[in-house]
């Protein structure tokens, strides 16, 4: 079974600097999706960015952008320019082609300091 | 809709009693799934819906735990007999198939106390 694995429980970054969250994961699966999704206290799961394992380029969406290194199965997500609306709950996630759920980390909570 | 809709957003419940809890979700999404969120931790599967069928109800914590859909649109979760570890937040997503690349789209959860 796939696990996904966050090992930072909480993070904190300065308004403006750059912040990158670890995730690993498991799988004997060659092909597959992963997806960071944010959850403010509003408890919206929102989706910054995915990645399609057959891809070797890494995601990138505006400030947001992904290390995916395959072989090493390590997903971070890498943030710039943090604003004070970037902090929320981070969960990256695990999607198999074949199965029927998605696969969530425990969390990594960011603090954003002005 | 605009988005998945989930109703109610807050429930307290005493324990013992029975829980609905409804999630409409984007129109035209045929896939369905709840998840449940306890305080401070991720999403654990519950379950999924492709159209009306729930292939897979192997995540379900307990016999208190059903769900059923109805018209390939709204979903209901209804938990029996509610105990206080039953106490979470519930999410529901949907995405146009199952295999959709893109993601799912979420509503903003259905937050259940028990006590």
């Known amino acids: 079974a796939q696990t996904v694995t966050q090992s930072q429980p909480e993070m904190s970054v300065q308004e403006a600097e750059t912040v990158t969250l670890s995730c690993t994961y498991d799988t004997s699966e060659s092909d597959y999706y992963l997806f960071w999704y944010k959850q403010p206290p509003s408890r919206q799961m929102i989706l910054v960015i995915r990645q399609e394992a057959y891809k070797q380029q890494n995601a990138t969406e505006n400030r947001f952008s992904v290390n995916f290194q395959k072989a090493a199965k390590s997903f971070s997500l890498k943030i710039s320019d943090s604003q004070l609306g970037d902090a929320a709950m981070y969960f990256c996630?695990?999607?198999?082609?074949?199965?029927?759920?998605?696969?969530f980390g425990a969390g990594t909570r960011l603090t954003v300091k002005p | 809709g605009a988005g998945v809709s989930q109703s109610p957003s807050n429930k307290v419940t005493e324990k013992g009693k029975d829980v609905e809890l409804r999630c409409d979700p984007i129109?035209?999404?045929?896939?369905l799934y709840w998840y449940r969120q306890r305080l401070g931790q991720g999403l654990e599967f519950l379950i999924y819906?492709?159209?009306?069928?729930?292939?897979?109800k192997s995540g379900l914590p307990s016999d208190r735990f059903s769900a059923e859909r109805t018209g390939e649109s709204v979903s209901t979760l209804t938990i029996q007999r509610t105990q206080q570890e039953d106490s979470a937040v519930y999410l529901c997503?949907?995405?146009?198939?199952?295999?959709?690349?893109?993601?799912?789209?979420f509503g903003s959860g259905t937050r259940l106390t028990v006590v």
């Open positions: 997503a949907s995405s146009p198939t199952q295999t959709s690349r893109g993601g799912y789209t």
């Open positions: 129109s035209g999404h045929t896939a």
């Open positions: 996630a695990y999607r198999s082609l074949f199965f029927d759920d998605m696969r």
């Open positions: 819906f492709q159209g009306n069928s729930a292939p897979d």
